[in-house]
Structure formats: C-alpha cells, structure tokens
C-alpha cells in the first residue's frame, strides 16, 4: 500500500512538473491531473490484465511484480498451488480408498438417488454378472431382476438383508447358482451402498451341519431302540438259556456298533481340531503294513467262515513322515472298507510302492461289487453309502472314508478312487516325495 501511495504521488509530480516546464507555471495543475488521469489508466490496464488471466487460464499468472497487483498475482499463484496440492492429495486418498474398497472380498455398490449405478468394484460386478464401466450410471434394478432383491430395493426397509441367487451369467462357470447377501445403507440423502457377501458356502456348511446332526441322530437311535427292545423282552418274557444267550449277543452288537461310531465322531473331531502332523516323525512302511495284515486277516476272519484271499505286496521299504496312529488308521479304513464289501472268497490285494517320480502309493484293490460313477464324488461325504442295509450288515459306520479324506489331507496325500461297477475298486493314497524317504538296512541281529 505505501507503494501504491508512492507511485500515485509521482505520477501526479512528474505530470506537474512536466506542465511547468513545457507550459509554464499556469499549466501546473493541469500537468498534475494528467499524471493521476494516466496512472489511472496504467493501474486499470494492469488489474484488467489480472483479472483476464484468472478468468481464461491462471497457469498465465505473470510472477511477482511490482505494485499491489504484482503483490496480488503472487498471493493468488500461492492460494492455487496450495489449493492444487491439497486437490491431488484427497484424490489420492480417494484412490487409496476405492483401492481399498477394490480388494474387498465383499461386493459394493454406490447408486444416485435414482437408483444408478455410480460405482462398483470388481466382486460386485462379478457377483451381479455386470460390467463395472459399461454399466455405469444403468438403473441397478433393470440389471438384477430377482423379484425379491427388487421389491427390497424399492421397499427403502433396510433394517435386514436379502438373500437371492447370484444372476446366471455371474455363476455360469459354477454346478450350482451362488447365493448373494446383499444389505443396503442409505447416506448422503437419497443415495445408498449395496454391501454383498457370498454366503453359498456358509449355506452349504450349515446344510451340512444339520444333516451331519439328522445322521447322528438316526445312526445313535437304531442301536439304542434294538436295545431298548431287548431289554424289555428280557424284562417281560421268560426265555430259555439260549434265547437269553441270543439276545445278549445282539445287544453286545449294538453296542459295540455304538462304540464305534462314538469312536470315529470322536477320531473326526480330534482331526479337525488337532496341530498339523509333525513333518519329522519318520514311520517304517513295513510296520505299518504289518498291522494293515494282521487287522484285515483279523476282521475277514470275524465277517466270514470262507474268508477272502487277502494279499499284501511291498516292492521296497520306506519311511514316511507323519503321525503314525493317523496313518495307520487311514491305511487300515480302506482295507476294512474293502473287506466288508467284498463278498466272502472275494480278492482283496493291498501294495505299497515307489513310483518313478519319488511319491508313494499305497493301495487297495478289490473285487468286489464296485460303485456307479454318479457315487464317487460324494464318496468322503460323512454317512454317506452307496448301499446303506449293506453297510449296516458288516458293521460299518459311513464315516471311514471322511476320515481317510482328512487325514489325507493334513499330510498333503491325495486320495485316488477308481471303480468300475461289477469288476471292483481301487482305492489309492499317493504321498508326496517329501514326506518319503529309503528305509535304512535292517541289521543282522534285528
């Protein structure tokens, strides 16, 4: 402001003097209101030109000056870098948070106050079979027409979620059609967030859960009603020596049926809740083979007067890595699996060998019925049978095979199944090359 003063008071002297000497000491005044006049002139040409330059482009803004208006550009250049550098900075934040939202294993979507689509991430597009750039700003409703998610979206009742079934084109790589969570959150007025989870597993789990229960249910109930029948025939009815002799021998089989199924649902929850198998454990193979013999020879034995021709093969010792009681109780459920159901004089041929690339097999193979296609997915299912009077008639649980799929895979084995109706099964464990390695020689002594 000084400065302004300044230039204001020599411009009006300059004039003034000028007038004296050109026009002599009358024209003085004259001189000094032509010197204001044209600084006037000069400062509204200088604040025009400011204001141009911030009216059409402000990267033009001329450096610092002198004057007010120099001192004014400048101040306006600075309020625009900060304000430019704050503008980058949210944009980076909001870069930062739709990345965020980007990576959600959750869908979201953000619809206008008309119901359009103004953002989704990748998970919402995928789950809604819609494409997250072509369908901006298109009615989220024209798009997903489940009746019921769309009278949710017009209800404005939000305080529960819907469960619908993920459109076709989204799971069309899937057996069964997903089932979509979606809850909705209305802010900023009329505008509303779709939040979307997908609960198909979570489904399944609990559809599980409640026929594992029903199972168990049933499997416990048969035994106990067959006892409770003996014990009251027992109670009521007198019998000789050898009814009486009859009967208990059927309630020790019922009871021992229900000690094994509690066994097994304990052995299951042991699995599922245990640490990982230690990875330096090491198990001779021939011992474990060992106890596969005597247990099968043992139980065929038991389940038949005519036996079976039970063989067992190993081209070469090994050790393997891994609890041993959880092995030797996968290895010994499929050859009892085996025996039950193959019929009396059946061939069953167990064998354990090192294949070319380092792994090992260990397998079973039978000739018994074998089992249609359609059954050999849902093999490891708990309580699942092919053939249930059968299953109950050698004693079986339905739960031999869930248990060989867990242990198989907390020691990284997978599990092979291959049968051809009519001409028997093959059941095969195949270890991984780590969790193998050569037995050492045995002694002479031993």
């Given amino acids: 402001m000084p400065f302004r003063i300044a230039t204001f008071l020599c411009a009006s002297a300059i004039g003034g003097a000028l007038a004296f000497v050109l026009l002599g000491g009358a024209s003085a005044w004259m001189g000094a209101w032509f010197g204001v006049v044209l600084w006037l002139v000069v400062d509204a040409w200088r604040a025009h030109k400011l204001l141009n330059v911030l009216r059409t482009d402000t990267s033009r803004l001329p450096s610092r000056g002198p004057g007010v208006w120099g001192e004014l550009a400048e101040r306006i250049r600075k309020l625009l870098r900060e304000r430019e550098q704050q503008t980058r900075q949210a944009e980076d934040r909001l870069q930062e948070f739709l990345a965020a939202i980007q990576a959600s294993p959750h869908g979201v979507v953000l619809l206008d106050e008309q119901g359009r689509i103004e953002w989704c991430n990748q998970t919402a597009a995928a789950q809604f079979g819609i494409?997250?750039?072509r369908d901006l700003l298109q009615h989220l409703a024209n798009l997903v027409r489940d009746p019921a998610f769309v009278a949710y979206l017009a209800s404005w009742n939000y305080s529960r979620d819907v469960v619908i079934d993920a459109p076709s084109q989204a799971h069309a790589h899937?057996?069964?059609?997903?089932?979509?969570?979606?809850?909705?959150h209305p802010y900023a007025g009329n505008r509303r967030m779709l939040l979307m989870r997908d609960i198909t597993l979570l489904e399944q789990a609990e559809a599980m859960r409640r026929d594992f229960v029903a199972n168990v249910s049933h499997e416990i109930r048969t035994p106990l009603t067959v006892l409770a029948g003996f014990v009251e025939t027992l109670q009521n009815l007198p019998l000789d020596a050898d009814e009486r002799t009859r009967y208990l021998a059927l309630m020790a089989q019922q009871s021992h049926r229900m000690e094994t199924l509690v066994n097994d649902l304990l052995t299951l929850s042991r699995l599922e809740g245990s640490a990982a198998p230690p990875s330096q454990r090491w198990t001779r193979m021939r011992a474990l083979m060992a106890q596969c013999e005597d247990?099968?020879?043992?139980?065929?034995?038991r389940l038949s007067s005519k036996g079976h021709r039970l063989s067992f093969s190993m081209e070469a010792d090994s050790e393997i890595a891994g609890a041993p009681t959880e092995?030797?109780?996968?290895?010994?459920?499929l050859l009892s699996n085996a025996i039950r159901y193959t019929p009396s004089g059946g061939e069953v041929a167990v064998s354990w060998k090192v294949l070319p690339d380092g792994r090992g097999e260990f397998a079973v193979r039978d000739s018994g019925p074998g089992i249609a296609p359609e059954?050999?997915?849902r093999l490891t299912e708990r309580f699942y049978r092919v053939d249930r009077s059968r299953s109950r008639e050698?004693?079986?649980t339905g739960l031999g095979l869930a248990i060989v799929k867990h242990i198989a895979q907390r020691h990284g084995v997978e599990l092979r199944i291959e049968s051809t109706l009519g001409k028997g099964s093959r059941f095969a464990l195949l270890f991984p090359a780590t969790r193998l390695r050569q037995a050492p020689a045995l002694s002479a002594a031993a």
């Fill in 327 to 333: 092995l030797q109780s996968a290895m010994s459920n």
């Fill in 174 to 184: 899937r057996n069964h059609p997903a089932r979509l969570s979606v809850q909705v």
């Fill in 394 to 396: 050698t004693g079986g």
């Fill in 295 to 301: 247990e099968g020879r043992g139980l065929s034995s």
């Fill in 375 to 377: 059954h050999l997915p």
């Fill in 131 to 133: 494409d997250a750039e």
